[in-house]
């Protein structure tokens, strides 16, 4: 597994993470529904916006992810909760992550930098907009502000380089570590 | 018309009547789209992250349907409020049938067991879930997570028994009572 | 460019005016994030039901319009803000082509009238209904059941013409003037 996929996968963790940990502190029991929404909703979005097949339909091990995500955080949350600085930091890495993925998902498929930056960040965000809708909340972990900005520097930033001609590594490298540190440093 | 074929028919009925009663108990005029919106709302997002021809725009008669339980809903709001009871239950119903049909759906297309319970999840609660959003209401006929997992059980006692073997009819029928038994028990 | 192409854009633009107006009038930043709602979810929604490309993937001069509404706005938002009934009637305007046009696509694609209203409707409201709902407000500029008859009577108009066989501009007119009449009157 490259470390892009091994990316992509973590990204989808984390944000089933949050969303289960929205779930525990709203009291929900319907956290199963709260972590996939957070977790294949921004990518979802992405696939079904670019008319390409849906990633967890074509590769369910997306969607056991989150599964044991979900058993791992309802028999430990209480401890999850009282870390929450950590999964800032891991929330942080996720939004970095879809942002690059999404924008080169979208890049690839249709050649556009303009339709890269905005499936990058779609797929960065619309995950934890969608959880936030269904929690009743209005944001979670931080101002959406920050959220959105961070998306879209790390796909801006990756889409410049790519349409440039960098090494996709560089290109991606150089986009996730913007995004971090907007929404990091924040 | 074979039997579960009437059930699509009437689960897309009865979410309907759900929608026009909320939009009533809200004294909202915009009914027909409330209850396109729960009658239609959960096979769209299925159809949509299948990747097949959206059900109602391949056959319209769904929505002529919706309409149909429009007026009369309009006609009758006063009548069927007072017969909350017998609400839920053809509530219960339409959950019942459409876990198993969203989940029958997604076998049938991508052969995950996985995939097949998501997608029979989705399509029984995402009406439900997105009539409450543009109502404003958190909930309008019960507490979410016996919702979600009366269409957990149905889509999952109908992709075991499909997937182990039997015969398409009883894993239909003990998916169907599965989410009943769970949602009309609660 | 003929003058319904136009249209098309100047919906698109007028809506994403909408979008950053209700986000400046909310002191909110994620601005872009609201006006592209607004100005391009109505068309989204309408392209992945009728399992086409969706539009602005398809051409990104739409992302580029919105984006250029947006630095408008941002620098105009006191100035704008203070031409509130001019911006309504402008809504009008974008509401009423969109009810044409996304009942044309329907039409066109399926054949199918009732497909054709439903479609109308959806892209004319719901790029609204989708920033109201991210921007926290039940309704920015008037009470949804306007927006909703005003619509269907666009799209109902169009396709009855369209049906029974009249000229595409003369449908085309009378469905936008009905709907803008709706809108505009009330």
Request: a neutral charge; glycine letters at 12%; one cysteine or more.
């Amino acid at each position: 597994m490259n470390p892009i996929a091994l990316l992509d996968y973590a990204g989808v963790a984390v944000f089933a993470a949050t969303g289960a940990l929205a779930a525990s502190r709203k009291q929900l029991d319907i956290i199963g529904f709260l972590f996939l929404a957070s977790g294949i909703g921004g990518g979802t979005l992405r696939d079904v916006i670019l008319n390409l097949p849906v990633f967890w339909v074509a590769n369910s091990s997306y969607v056991l992810i989150c599964a044991a995500v979900a058993v791992l955080v309802f028999f430990a949350a209480h401890r999850v909760e009282s870390r929450w600085k950590w999964l800032l930091w891991l929330d942080a890495i996720g939004l970095a992550a879809f942002s690059v993925m999404g924008a080169a998902k979208g890049l690839a498929i249709t050649g556009s930098p303009v339709v890269s930056v905005i499936t990058g960040v779609l797929t960065a965000t619309s995950g934890g907009i969608l959880r936030d809708l269904l929690a009743g909340e209005p944001s979670v972990l931080l101002r959406p502000e920050i959220y959105v900005t961070a998306a879209l520097a790390g796909a801006a930033i990756f889409t410049a380089g790519d349409v440039t001609g960098l090494p996709p590594i560089f290109s991606e490298l150089a986009g996730f570590a913007a995004a971090f540190a907007v929404r990091g440093g924040a």
